[in-house]
């Protein structure tokens, strides 16, 4: 249960949002390209980020550099 602590658990980086631009998802209201976020957590394909509500969200990859 890894989950339970990350809000208070260490950056391991910051990745900055390349763009918004998603064809299922509407993820424009969370994050803002060119901002960088703090990485929480990573696995292959997702990314957990502290958004701009301030909380933690699992975003692809492919949003990220």
Not at 17 to 41: E, R
């Amino acid at each position: 249960m890894i989950h339970t602590e990350w809000q208070t658990k260490e950056t391991t980086r910051e990745v900055t949002c390349n763009h918004t631009d998603a064809a299922k998802f509407l993820v424009s209201n969370v994050l803002t390209p060119g901002k960088s976020y703090p990485v929480i957590n990573e696995t292959e394909e997702f990314i957990f980020v502290v958004d701009n509500t301030g909380k933690v969200g699992g975003f692809y990859k492919t949003y990220f550099e």
